[in-house]
T-cell receptor
Framework: GAVVSQHPSRVICKSGTSVKIECRSL??????MFWYRQFPKQSLMLMAT?????????EQGVEKDKFLINHASLTLSTLTVTSAHPEDSSFYIC??????????FGQGTRLTVV | GENVEQHPSTLSVQEGDSAVIKCTYS??????FPWYKQELGKRPQLIID?????GEKKDQRIAVTLNKTAKHFSLHITETQPEDSAVYFC?????????????FGTGTLLAVQP
């Protein structure tokens, strides 16, 4: 199957700092990628749709200025959590669709804000 | 908005028994329904999917059924094994611009007792 790589897998940062998470499609081009957030023992909540060459589309309730998304190439999307606070601690995971909609997920990033 | 409901939230079965997880969706335009298995701290893995032009699909011990009229679909696992223990998520495609996005159910924690 297709490979989507996400980096870093774990990050601990201080409150008030920013953290960048990268999502790469390694063997296919992805004009669209999706970013999800997952709290412990909960489902994947779609945060935003990353569109190559244009602005991301955010889901209702997701702060655009806090979660900056950039999709600069057909294989890379980045999510930057700005001015992170402890409540931003979560598991962030990206996915890239290929073909008729099948989604391939990155490994996920465990963010801990202290 | 669009949503996907999933039941039960937890399911415990004896090894060798069958397990059934059910989902309902709200968007009648949804046409792609994947099922994912997620182990603790890892990325979701696609285990089976079905499109709206078929009513049933089977892959060894796993099968999925779809009732478009009632807008529900189910995952069936037969001859369960301890390694089937994980969280299972259903999803339904929602039209989101150029690429359909996936909305996930709330998840089912399956425990297979040896």
């Amino acid at each position: 199957g297709a490979v989507v790589s996400q980096h870093p897998s774990r990050v601990i940062c201080k409150s008030g700092t920013s953290v960048k998470i990268e999502c790469r499609s390694l063997d296919f081009q992805a004009t669209t990628m999706f970013w999800y957030r997952q709290f412990p023992k909960q489902s994947l909540m779609l945060m935003a749709t990353s569109n190559e060459g244009s602005k991301a589309t955010y889901e209702q309730g997701v702060e655009k200025d806090k979660f900056l998304i950039n999709h600069a190439s057909l294989t890379l999307s980045t999510l930057t959590v700005t001015s992170a606070h402890p409540e931003d601690s979560s598991f962030y995971i990206c996915s890239a669709p290929r073909g008729l909609g099948e989604a391939f997920f990155g490994q996920g990033t465990r963010l801990t804000v202290v | 908005g669009e949503n996907v409901e999933q039941h039960p939230s937890t399911l415990s079965v004896q090894e060798g028994d069958s397990a059934v997880i059910k989902c309902t969706y709200s968007d009648s335009a949804s046409n792609y329904f994947p099922w994912y298995k997620q182990e603790l701290g890892k990325r979701p893995q696609l285990i089976i999917d079905i499109r709206s032009n078929v009513g049933e699909k089977k892959d060894q011990r796993i099968a999925v059924t779809l009732n478009k009229t009632a807008k529900h679909f189910s995952l069936h696992i037969t001859e369960t094994q301890p390694e089937d223990s994980a969280v299972y998520f259903c999803a339904a495609s929602i039209r989101g611009g150029a690429t359909n996005k996936l909305i996930f159910g709330t998840g089912t924690l399956l425990a297979v007792q040896p």
